[in-house]
């Protein structure tokens, strides 16, 4: 029998669960002690040695429980676990992560993140690449082609405030009303955010925020980090500025409409060419993984 545990992702910024096909559960309540042993497992596997994703790809075993992942980020594949166990696991290597690694091995591992929901998305001709980490720019893939990656979470100053705000109060027992009213108080824009009550639990998100202000935003932002690599460019067969719109804890890009918008904004930059735009987006957090492309 197989089953579906579908991604989810937590306003507070908790580590999102990919969506895995797996096989079937274990009948038996599983120990705190289990999960804790196979988070344990799943942190000696990891390292950033691997120059595949399949040579990256492991599988662990502990009192019943499956988990295959990418020994790079701590993605998973698939597994047989139930969701509140999933949920659980993640949270235990999340919480190790932050609290034992440095500033530089938290931004490898979200780039190698971002790297591999790229990789994984539908059509995408690198797969089989082999991976070195670089510096400029983040990754450079080798297999036909010799391709730069330059990873960038594409988010706004706006959505720098709301994450902040979700941080500073979700979890915090307080109604979407009072965050509204404590988030007032400390951010001054914080009051063109929509504030309401979903399922019994606060949401915050931008919707009264200018759509065209948030988009041109973006398209600056991404034109900025070409400008930065600009200088890399040739040395590659092609060279893609890939932007995670799916990081974030709102929906920064949520239509085929921002998407374009934001290409259009780059493609009315005359500076800007022999680069790639790549953008990893959903529709909302249910739907499955989009990559939109622009090369200029």
């Known amino acids: 029998m197989l089953l579906v545990a579908k991604r989810i992702r937590l306003i507070d910024g908790a ?13 038996s309540e599983t120990k705190p002690e289990s999960v804790q042993k196979l988070a344990e497992k799943i942190l000696e596997e990891q390292s950033f040695r691997y120059k595949t994703l399949a040579e990256a790809k492991k599988t ?32 235990i290597l999340q919480d190790y992560c932050e609290k034992n690694y440095d500033k530089e091995r938290k931004k490898q591992r979200k ?5 591999f929901r790229f990789l994984l998305s539908d059509n995408c001709p690198y797969r089989n690449y082999t991976i070195t980490k670089s510096v400029r720019p983040d990754f450079i893939l080798e297999g036909e082609k010799r391709i730069g990656i330059e990873v960038t979470e594409l988010t706004s100053s706006v959505d720098q405030i709301l ?22 108080r400390n951010y001054k824009c914080a009051k063109n955010y929509e504030y309401k009550e979903v399922c019994g639990s606060p949401s915050i998100c931008t919707g009264l925020i200018d759509l065209n202000e948030k988009r041109k935003d973006y398209s600056d932002r991404l034109y900025r980090k070409y400008c930065k690599y600009s200088n890399e460019i040739e040395k590659f067969n092609d060279f893609i500025i890939l932007a995670d719109a799916e990081s974030s804890s ?32 959903q529709e909302n957090f249910k739907t499955g993984r989009k990559v939109s492309y622009c090369k200029l």
């Open 15 to 27: 580590k999102e669960l990919v969506q895995l096909k797996v096989r079937k559960r274990p009948t």
């Open 60 to 91: 662990v075993c502990i009192d019943g429980m499956v988990f295959c992942f990418d020994a790079f980020s701590l993605c998973g594949y698939s597994s047989n676990l139930t969701k509140a166990t999933l949920h659980t696991l993640n949270s």
């Open 111 to 115: 780039e190698r993140d971002s790297l």
């Open 163 to 184: 994450i902040r705000i979700s941080k500073d109060y979700y979890g915090q027992g307080m109604s979407a009303e009072e965050i509204k009213e404590a988030a007032t």
């Open 250 to 281: 709102d929906l920064a890009v949520s239509s085929q409409e921002d998407v374009e918008a934001i290409f259009e904004n780059l493609r009315k930059n005359a500076e800007v060419k022999n680069a790639t735009f790549a953008i990893m987006w």
